[in-house]
């Protein structure tokens, strides 16, 4: 079975024993967390996927880090799971909770990236945009890139939107290439 397909049934186990707790915002917060704090060390990820290090001194370390910060509940599922030597899918666990969380509130991820920041009236125009889409809260995150030289890339779910000016001139680029080839 594989790794996300594993992570994804820990985490709806999950999202039902907060259900079942009403404790579904707190843990989310949790799992927030959780993800970023590994996303910032990759030392952690590498101590919980390592299968030499014991199952008591990976408990002893999320312990230390998240202990009295999450919820009990939370500690209790990081416990068993590194009890059930599955510490290596926790980051997995994690990031699937709060994906399936967004898809339960009707939360969307979009992306976008600029050559340029966007001005607030451009970030409400494509939140905006992007609500009348999918009829979902909007979570927007920014990068700029100024090898797009103008235009942005918006990305939702599977779908792109590219008007950038450098992808633009590698079309037109291409056109031309092809019409001297001819």
Not at 10 to 22: F, P, R, T, V
Not at 115 to 138: F, H, M, R, Y
């Amino acid at each position: 079975m594989s790794e996300i397909t594993v992570a994804s049934r820990y985490a709806k186990s999950l999202i039902d024993l907060a259900l079942e707790q009403n404790a579904l915002e707190a843990i989310k917060q949790d799992m927030i967390f959780f993800v970023d704090t590994l996303k910032a060390s990759t030392e952690l990820q590498a101590v919980l996927r390592n299968p030499i290090i014991s199952h008591d001194k990976k408990q002893k370390v999320l312990q230390a880090i998240f202990g009295g910060k999450v919820n009990s509940s939370t500690s209790a599922f990081f416990k068993i799971m590194v009890g059930k030597s599955r510490a290596d899918i926790l980051y997995p666990t994690g990031k699937e909770f709060i994906n399936q969380y967004n898809i339960k509130n009707n939360i969307v991820n979009a992306k976008v990236v600029s050559a340029v920041p966007l001005s607030d009236a451009n970030k409400q125009e494509i939140i905006s945009e992007v609500k009348s889409l999918t009829n979902g809260e909007v979570i927007l995150q920014e990068k700029v890139d100024a090898s797009l030289i103008g235009g942005f890339v918006l990305t939702v779910g599977d779908r792109q939107i590219d008007t950038s000016v450098s992808t633009s001139l590698q079309k037109l680029k291409k056109e031309f290439a092809h019409k001297v080839i001819q």
